[in-house]
Nanobody, 125 residues
Framework: QVQLVESGGGLVQAGGSLRLSCAAS????????MGWFRQAPGKEREFVAT????????YYADSVKGRFTISRDNAKNTVYLQMNSLKPEDTAVYYC??????????????????WGQGTQVTVSS
């Protein structure tokens, strides 16, 4: 089992920045990749970004490319999502996820095995 705990959400004005963190514990050696997803009220959960645990390859949704950066600190078993130039449409609950199996990039929520509890990000206009 892998446990994931997100932090770093909050309220920010449009154009501002936030950094989300996701701390992993448990059988972290079994992880192949980590991802960030988000879900706005009344909408389906959507892919944001993913990073391979080994090697650090990254992949982004078009909607965040150039504004968001995913990174990881293997020593701390932590993944980050740096969000810059935030827009009101980025408002959502952001979830961290981990997957065991190979396959790259994985952009569907069903491809991930473990999930955090989510952290709210609100961007005001």
């Amino acid at each position: 089992q892998v446990q994931l705990v997100e932090s770093g959400g909050g309220l920010v004005q449009a154009g501002g920045s936030l950094r989300l963190s996701c701390a992993a514990s448990g059988r972290t050696f079994s992880m192949y990749a980590m991802g960030w997803f988000r879900q706005a009220p009344g909408k389906e959960r959507e892919f944001v970004a993913t990073i391979r645990w080994s090697g650090g390859s990254t992949y982004y949704a078009d909607s965040v490319k150039g504004r968001f950066t995913i990174s990881r600190d293997n020593a701390k078993n932590t993944v980050y999502l740096q969000m810059n130039s935030l827009k009101p449409e980025d408002t959502a609950v952001y979830y961290c996820a981990a997957k065991r199996g190979s396959g790259w990039p994985s952009t569907r929520s069903t491809q991930y095995d473990y999930w955090g509890q989510g952290t709210q990000v609100t961007v005001s206009s």
